[in-house]
């Protein structure tokens, strides 16, 4: 199971910090990535963690204001985002597939197990 939590209305430049608390499998064998889906749009990767090194991607548009971390311990995986703008407002998700074999990636079909979403919304 993955639940995302820290979404809400922000103004532009403002900073959240989304979790996803993970809960029946291990980060050390799980893939992780965080989605958003804008209003009318279809769901795009932006930033994922891979099980095995801990590795880290990010989708062009928001490399330097996006970063993703893990804490094992706490089951939890992070997604800080600075510097927000009117064009981050999506829902959040994140997702997990078995990174046993395989690097984490931003493709929609790579992932197994889906969060419920989180909403932020980036407004004056």
């Known amino acids: 199971q993955l639940v995302e939590s820290g979404g809400g209305s922000v103004q532009p430049g403002g900073s959240l910090r989304l979790s996803c608390a993970v809960s029946?499998?291990?980060?050390?064998?799980?893939?992780i990535g965080w989605f958003r889906q804008a209003p009318g749009k279809e769901r795009k990767g932006v930033s994922c963690?891979?099980?095995?090194?801990?590795?880290?991607r990010y989708e062009d548009s928001v490399e330097g204001r996006f970063t993703i971390s893990r804490d094992k311990d706490k089951h939890t995986v992070y997604l800080q985002i600075t510097n927000l703008k009117a064009e981050d407002t999506a829902d959040y998700y994140c997702?997990?597939?078995?990174?046993?074999?395989?690097?984490?990636?931003?493709?929609?079909?790579?992932?197994?197990?889906w969060g419920q979403g989180t909403q932020v919304t980036v407004a004056a």
């Open positions: 029946g499998f291990s980060l050390d064998y799980y893939n």
């Open positions: 997702a997990a597939f078995t990174g046993v074999f395989r690097p984490c990636a931003l493709f929609f079909d790579d992932y197994d197990y």
């Open positions: 963690v891979s099980a095995s090194d801990g590795s880290t």
